[in-house]
């Protein structure tokens, strides 16, 4: 009898593991998966790359709120998200030979993760240029130079957007090492280990005991501490704004630590090796949260800031090295009290920072160096 007894906590332990995994897949058949993902990155995004051909059209909200996971700071948003064949998010319908003037590589600010198709920077860029304008978001640099469709096909101009966050030489370096060591397409590597791919895959999948366990945690830990958890740094209780951790650290580190020499010899090799596939090249410094608007950090973190941002530094030097390039910084510091650019809990642009970044990026083409797009 003891000995039943003994085996009882067990036998539910193995129940409940089970039953989890059960629980999600029934739920699966029954609930949209949209329910369970905050937004259509998390949907879309498959072992590192866009799903081809995919939709979504619905309800978003910010990834900040959902990586605490509390609804207290959420807000929602209605977002249509397109790919096409090649999982590329649309701007527009490609060329018939599906070579492109211009292309914009960079992360998922320039996506567009928060906005709907026609409101990203790239889709933006199309009707004051005059040129189709492809969205090579989800891509690093690297990436881009290893296609081999833009090898043979390479546009009049590459747009390479960078977050102020990651302008930091061993990170840019660190980047270029693994996309160029990742560039051939075979399962070698990472991909070729069956465990680690099948966790990535997971860790990826919205579930319902995920969301439930998450959610279910994250009130527990504002209700009891008044915390959000260690990547959200600091919020703005007024105005509801939530500032990721990584964007704080780089924002508050201390100006002998910056390597903006470092910063730029990045950013050259990157324009060399753009040049010599025959594209012309321009940089844009893209500011974050912290940088547009620090004065919504807490006075302690605020005071312990350098006098003037990276972002900035970094813009002046590459002015001095003659790196064509746009820097976000100035023009959104300027509008950031006039008009809201970024969603409160999200660590991106809202449809009037992408088209600040759009309006600023056309105007340095058109007035300041028309040469990039040629005849």
């Known amino acids: 009898m003891n000995g039943a007894n003994a085996r009882r906590p067990l036998l539910w332990i193995a129940i409940v593991w089970l039953a989890i995994p059960v629980t999600d897949a029934l739920v699966s058949l029954c609930v949209p998966r949209t329910v369970f993902a905050f937004r259509p990155w998390e949907l879309a995004r498959r072992r590192g790359r866009f799903e081809s051909d995919f939709t979504f059209d619905g309800k978003a909200s910010g990834?900040?709120?959902?990586?605490?996971?509390?609804?207290?700071?959420?807000?929602?948003?209605?977002?249509?998200?397109?790919?096409?064949?090649?999982?590329?998010?649309?701007?527009?319908?490609?060329?018939?030979?599906?070579?492109?003037?211009?292309?914009?590589?960079?992360?998922?600010?320039?996506?567009?993760?928060?906005?709907?198709?026609?409101?990203?920077?790239?889709?933006?860029?199309?009707e004051p240029l005059g040129v189709p304008v492809l969205n090579y978001g989800g891509h690093s640099i690297w990436e881009y130079l290893g296609d081999e469709h833009f090898r043979r096909n390479p546009p009049r101009l590459v747009v390479w957007m960078f977050l102020d966050r990651a302008m930091l030489p061993n990170v840019m370096e660190r980047v270029r090492r693994r996309?160029?060591?990742?560039?051939?397409?075979?399962?070698?590597?990472?991909?070729?280990?069956?465990f680690k791919s099948i966790h990535l895959h997971l860790k990826e999948k919205p579930t319902?005991?995920?969301?439930?366990?998450?959610?279910?945690?994250?009130e527990l830990r504002w209700w009891s501490c008044r915390s959000l958890g260690p990547s959200v740094a600091a919020f703005h209780e007024p105005t509801g704004m939530l500032f990721y951790a990584p964007e704080v650290e780089t924002f508050l580190r201390p100006e002998a630590e910056w390597d903006v020499d470092g910063v730029v010899a990045e950013i050259e090799?990157?324009?060399?090796?753009?040049?010599?596939?025959?594209?012309?090249?321009?940089?844009?410094?893209?500011p974050t949260k912290t940088t547009i608007y620090p004065e919504r950090l807490p006075a302690e973190l605020r005071e312990q800031s350098p006098s003037r941002p990276l972002?900035?530094?970094?813009?002046?030097?590459?002015?001095?090295?003659g790196v064509p390039h746009v820097n976000l910084y100035a023009p959104f510091r300027a509008s950031a009290e006039a008009e809201l650019l970024m969603h409160p809990d999200d660590t991106h642009w809202n449809r009037a920072g992408n088209r600040l970044a759009a309006e600023e990026i056309a105007r340095y083409l058109r007035e300041e160096r028309p040469d990039l797009l040629g005849p």
């Open 63 to 126: 990834d900040l709120s959902n990586i605490a996971h509390t609804a207290r700071f959420r807000t929602d948003w209605h977002e249509v998200f397109r790919t096409d064949a090649k999982g590329r998010r649309i701007t527009s319908p490609p060329p018939a030979d599906d070579k492109w003037p211009v292309v914009v590589v960079g992360d998922s600010q320039t996506v567009g993760a928060g906005v709907s198709d026609g409101e990203t920077m790239p889709a933006l860029l199309e």
């Open 179 to 194: 996309d160029v060591e990742d560039a051939d397409p075979t399962p070698t590597g990472y991909e070729s280990n069956l």
């Open 208 to 218: 319902f005991s995920r969301w439930v366990s998450r959610r279910a945690f994250g």
């Open 269 to 286: 090799l990157v324009r060399d090796a753009v040049r010599e596939t025959g594209s012309e090249f321009l940089f844009v410094v893209a």
């Open 311 to 321: 972002a900035a530094v970094v813009g002046d030097r590459l002015e001095e090295a």
